[in-house]
């Protein structure tokens, strides 16, 4: 147990602390923007990437505490694709918002950690309400970055391929979850999920 505790917390320093590789090319490595955009433009498209990058900070998060008290191989191997891919959806926020000449959140942190905390108490409870907290979870940041992709300026095409691309992975991973069997999860915990998480993108927009 104390060696598991260890990586952990050595994953969770990479994650926040290391900026991080894609194994796959960013979306947008062939597109241009032909109209520069306004510095007004460039400060609200870095804060809607700030959004997303702390949305995929929480995401490793919640991944490793899933994986952290689990023991179906199955599911185990499952979480692992869906938390590479979204290594890569931090890589592409991470670099998309230096471009942009932005910052990420200094909430970081205290996202992980908490996010860490309910993925741990999922695996506890039951195999497949693990699988429906992840399918949830997928469901609604697909949502939120079909809300954003509303809200970004047409002309900033690299920020709306990322976008896309993350939300095509998104909405693979909440298939998957079903296809193995996920339970939907109970209303009220949705929507403690939906009120978490709307608390997490009003802040991480500001801080």
């Known amino acids: 147990m104390l060696d598991s505790i260890i990586n952990e917390v050595d994953k969770a ?5 290391v900026s991080s590789l894609s194994e796959r090319p960013r979306p947008d490595r062939n597109l241009n923007n032909p109209q520069t955009l306004t510095s007004q433009e460039k400060e609200e498209h870095a804060k809607y990437m700030r959004v997303n990058h702390s ?4 995401a490793q998060a919640l991944y490793r505490g899933q994986l952290f008290f689990n023991n179906n191989k199955k599911i185990e191997e499952q979480l692992e694709i869906a938390a590479n891919e979204e290594l890569d959806h931090l890589s592409w926020c991470q670099s998309r918002i230096k471009e942009l000449n932005g910052t990420t959140s200094r909430l970081n942190p205290l996202l992980y950690l908490g996010s860490f905390t309910i993925g741990s108490i999922a695996s506890i409870i039951d195999e ?3 699988l429906g907290f992840l399918s949830e979870t997928e469901k609604q940041v697909s949502s939120h970055l079909e809300n954003h992709l509303s ?7 690299k920020t709306i391929a990322i ?4 939300k095509k992975d998104e909405e693979k991973h909440e298939l ?32």
């Open 128 to 130: 497949k309400y693990n």
């Open 55 to 58: 949305g995929e900070i929480c």
């Open 163 to 166: 976008i896309k691309q993350m």
């Open 13 to 17: 320093l990479k994650t926040l602390t």
């Open 151 to 157: 809200k970004i300026a047409s002309k900033d095409k």
């Open 176 to 207: 998957s979850a079903k296809s193995m069997g996920a339970k939907e999860l109970p209303y009220f915990i949705q929507k403690i999920m939906k009120s978490t998480s709307k608390l997490m993108t009003s802040s991480t927009f500001r801080i």
